[in-house]
C-alpha cells in the first residue's frame, strides 16, 4: 500500500498515482490505514509520528526538492530510503526567480521605484550583464541549471558547492576560502543550498559583511541559513543594497517581522520553485519502479550528508 500526506492537494495527487501505478493500492491521509501495511509512503510536511507502527515501510517519497525538515524527525528509521524531486520543473521556476531578482538589482528597478513615489526623472548609471558579477551558493539539480543559465545570458558567475564541480561557463570554488573569495566578488548574492547540519547559519554576519558595499541578496533555499537580523542590519548600514527573500526562519513570515515593511526588501511566501504534481509523480513512479528492481533510484538521500 501506497499512503499520501498531501492535504492541500489530495486529490490531484490520488488521481494521479492512481493512474500511474494501477496495481497499488492508494491510500489518502487522513483516512486511517493500518500502518503495518504501508509499504510506500508521498509526503510533504506530514505531523510528529505520522510514520509510527509503519514497520513495513520501505520508502517516502518527499514531494520537493529539500528534506530538512524530514531528516530531522525522529519517527523516520535510517533504513527506510528517502527520495526527493529532482528539478521536476524547479529549475527553471528557480531561474526565473532569480533573474527578477538579478535584474531587479542590475537595472536598479528599486531605486526607480523610489523614485516613482517621488515623481523623478532621473536616469541612474547603467550597469552590465558583463559587469554583473553573481555569486551562487549551491550547484545541484537546482542551483545548478540556475548558474549555467545566468551566465548563458552573459552574467559573470561563480559557484559554490561542497565538491566544488565544474559546470559550463561557472567559475566552480569550494570549502571556506572558496566561499569568501565568491562573497568579495559578489554583486548579487543567490542562495540555493539544502539546509543541512553545514549550511544552517551559514550566511551569518560576518560571512554577509565580506559582500561588496551594495551588494544584493537572493535567498531561496532556507530561512534557517540566513541571518535576518543581520540582513536587516546590513541594510540600514547601507552594507546591503536590498534583498529578495521567499523563504524565512519562520514560516508564514511573522506579521510584525520588520522584513515586510523594509523599502529595499521583496518578499515572497515560498513559491520561487512549486511541486508541479504530473512531473512530481512521474519521478516518483519511475524512482519507485527503480526500487522495486534493486536500482538505486534519482534523488536518493544521502541521510548521512543530509541531502
Ligand atoms: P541538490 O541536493 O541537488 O544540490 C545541493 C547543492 O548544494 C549541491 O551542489 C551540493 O554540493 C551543495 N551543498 C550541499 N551542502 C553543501 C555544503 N556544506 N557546502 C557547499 N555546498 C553544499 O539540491 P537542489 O538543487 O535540488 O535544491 C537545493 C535546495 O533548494 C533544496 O534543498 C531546498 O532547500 C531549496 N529549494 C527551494 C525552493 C523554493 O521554492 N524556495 C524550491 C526547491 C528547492 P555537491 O554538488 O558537491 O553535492
Ligand atoms: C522544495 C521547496 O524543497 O519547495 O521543494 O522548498
Redesign the pocket.
Known amino acids: 500500500m501506497l499512503y499520501l500526506y498531501a492535504p492541500q492537494e489530495a486529490d490531484v495527487y490520488q488521481a494521479l498515482l492512481s493512474r500511474a501505478m494501477p496495481g497499488r493500492e492508494v491510500r489518502v491521509w487522513p483516512e486511517p490505514v493500518d500502518a503495518a501495511s504501508v509499504r510506500y509512503a508521498v509526503v510533504w510536511g506530514p505531523p510528529p509520528g505520522f510514520f509510527a507502527g509503519m514497520r513495513r515501510l520501505e520508502a517516502v517519497f518527499v514531494l520537493?526538492?529539500?528534506?530538512?525538515k524530514l531528516m530531522a524527525r525522529d519517527d523516520l528509521p535510517s533504513s527506510v530510503a528517502v527520495v526527493?524531486?529532482?528539478?521536476a520543473g524547479?529549475?527553471q521556476?528557480?531561474l526565473e526567480?532569480a533573474l527578477y531578482g538579478v535584474l531587479h538589482a542590475q537595472r536598479r528597478m528599486g531605486e526607480y521605484q523610489h523614485q516613482q513615489s517621488a515623481a523623478q526623472w532621473r536616469p541612474l548609471p547603467a550597469r552590465l550583464a558583463s559587469q554583473t558579477r553573481i555569486g551562487v551558493?549551491?550547484?545541484?539539480?537546482?542551483?545548478?541549471k540556475v548558474a549555467m543559465g545566468l551566465a548563458t545570458l552573459g552574467y559573470r558567475v561563480r559557484g559554490?558547492?561542497?565538491?566544488?564541480?565544474p559546470l559550463e561557463g561557472v567559475a566552480a570554488c569550494?570549502g571556506e576560502t572558496g566561499?569568501e573569495d565568491l562573497l568579495a566578488d559578489s554583486d548579487i548574492l543567490l542562495n540555493?543550498?539544502?539546509?543541512?547540519a553545514?549550511?544552517r547559519g551559514?550566511l551569518n554576519e560576518r560571512r554577509l559583511q565580506g559582500l561588496p558595499k551594495g551588494a544584493f541578496i537572493i535567498n531561496?533555499?532556507?530561512g534557517e541559513q540566513l541571518d535576518q537580523n543581520a540582513v536587516l542590519g546590513l541594510l540600514e548600514r547601507g552594507h546591503l543594497a536590498g534583498a529578495l527573500l521567499?523563504?524565512f526562519s519562520e514560516e508564514p513570515l511573522p506579521v510584525s517581522h520588520p522584513l515586510w515593511r523594509h523599502p529595499a526588501v521583496l518578499v515572497t511566501p515560498?513559491?520561487?520553485?512549486?511541486t508541479l504534481p504530473e512531473e512530481a509523480v512521474s519521478q516518483i513512479t519511475a524512482n519507485l519502479a527503480a526500487l522495486v528492481r534493486g536500482e538505486k533510484p534519482a534523488g536518493l538521500v544521502e541521510r548521512a550528508?543530509?541531502?
Open positions: 520537493g526538492a529539500g528534506v530538512d526527493r524531486l529532482t528539478d524547479m529549475a521556476q528557480m526567480y551558493l549551491g550547484l545541484g539539480e537546482i542551483g545548478g559554490w558547492s561542497r565538491s566544488g564541480k569550494k566561499l540555493i543550498l539544502p539546509a543541512t553545514d549550511t551559514l531561496a533555499g532556507r521567499d523563504v515560498h513559491i520561487a520553485a512549486m550528508r543530509g541531502y
